[in-house]
């Protein structure tokens, strides 16, 4: 036994020393059996002990990809062609965008695509809309005397202005009869995205808010139906009663800007940004930090959170606000979404400035869930339902809407 050991000793630590050889050999052989999962052990070891070369990233990134791990290829893939910008390893990184819907990435991709490339992926026919969209949804408040139902339509346009700059438009009409007046309110978002080296994304977006009101007279009533207030019990709340119009229409002009910062990781997207509101009834300053995490490595399933820090009064006092999300696809056409929000006070404006709250009453919950389906090759259809509590700016006092929202989406490929 101890002769036995002395001769096979030597063997396994001559086994376990990888060179460049042996782990093209290896990796190779592993390749062509198709073993992606042992590939993908093996090759990450040798990358651990410091050996690189674009055969071992380009058979790397094949194994995450037919395992269907596309940010896991696309992190290889973009290794590989630092070394050798191979029409294959470009492919298939073009696919990985694709797939984990970084479409800004993928297009700037096609750049350097050679003419077989550009063939084979038929990016030479890439159109210059990306989408469009209409949407439209009502508003339904428990507090229907104070805020009667509030209506919005909304069509969106997206465009790639050229391979590494793309824009999402939405103009957006609003309108509610409410306690303070008659409410119209357009509004119009535009938003850029520049994709750069590494992963890093440059997010900016702009929103002028035309603001129309007629004003209202609002008389202060007992919400009691007249029955006397026990004793002791605290003093029945008072809120406004909507009447009729008294006023002349105030138009009013609001402004939202953002910008943020994105890094792109296998498993990993970081978002740091900032927006700014400039309103009629308050300013507001905001920065926030959003994580996802994809643990599959694709898009089937991420899940992450979006935390704000925010004030209305030059950093005198602070509010917070989280925004915990989950994306779900169990089957190819469908998406779902749920998202929950918790904020301490004040408006939030989210999404680069593009979600802004209309109305100096702020909201303090928020439950949303979003269905997506995947109609055909150009259409798709979505369904939403939101709950929000919210608060009256002045009195605090609370209530709430029930939001329900449809949209159509259109893709020219």
């Not at 029945?236 to 009729?244: A, T």
């Not at 910008?259 to 940004?273: C, I, N, P, Q």
């Not at 602070?318 to 056409?333: D, R």
Request: aromatic share 16%.
């Amino acid at each position: 036994m101890l002769v036995g050991l002395l001769v096979l000793c030597p063997f396994l630590r001559a086994q376990d020393t990888l060179t460049s050889a042996t782990v093209e050999s290896n990796s190779y052989a592993l390749y062509s059996q198709t073993r992606w999962g042992e590939l993908i052990r093996y090759g990450n070891k040798a990358l651990n002990k410091g050996l690189d070369f674009y055969y071992l990233r380009y058979r790397l990134g094949v194994a995450y990809y037919m395992e269907k791990k596309y940010r896991n290829a696309a992190i290889q893939f973009e290794k590989a062609v630092v070394f050798n910008s191979s029409d294959e390893a470009m492919e298939y990184l073009y696919y990985c965008y694709i797939y984990t819907a970084q479409y800004d990435r993928a297009r700037w991709l096609t750049k350097s695509f050679s003419p077989g490339a550009t063939a084979y992926t038929g990016s030479g026919k890439l159109k210059p809309v990306s989408f469009v969209a209409l949407e439209g949804g009502i508003g339904t408040s428990d507090s229907s005397q104070q805020f009667q139902q509030e209506t919005y339509v909304q069509a969106g346009l997206g465009l790639y202005v050229n391979r590494r700059f793309s824009l999402f438009q939405a103009a957006t009409y609003f309108s509610q009869d409410a306690f303070r007046g008659n409410i119209k309110q357009v509004q119009y978002y535009i938003g850029g995205n520049i994709p750069l080296k590494k992963g890093w994304t440059v997010n900016l977006g702009v929103q002028p808010i035309s603001l129309n009101v007629i004003p209202k007279y609002a008389r202060t009533d007992s919400v009691s139906d007249g029955s006397p207030t026990p004793k002791g019990a605290p003093p029945r709340r008072k809120r406004p009663v909507l009447v009729d119009s008294t006023g002349t229409a105030k138009s009013k002009f609001n402004f939202v800007g953002s910008a943020s910062v994105s890094k792109s990781f296998s498993h990993f997207d970081v978002t740091l940004g900032t927006a700014i509101g400039a309103f009629d009834t308050t300013s507001q300053y905001e920065h926030y930090l959003g994580i996802t995490y994809y643990p599959l490595g694709n898009n089937v399933l991420f899940l992450g959170v979006t935390a704000y820090a925010h004030t209305e009064n030059y950093y005198k006092s602070l509010h917070y606000g989280f925004v915990p999300y989950i994306t779900v696809s169990p089957l190819k056409p469908l998406a779902l979404t749920i998202s929950y929000l918790h904020n301490s006070g004040g408006n939030l404006m989210e999404d680069n400035g593009y979600l802004v709250s209309g109305t100096p009453d702020f909201m303090v919950i928020r439950i949303s869930c979003l269905v997506a389906i995947t109609l055909s090759k150009h259409f798709g259809i979505y369904i939403a339902y939101q709950h929000e509590d919210n608060k009256e700016e002045h009195r605090q006092w609370p209530f709430y809407y029930n939001i329900y929202t449809t949209g159509i989406k259109y893709i020219p490929i």
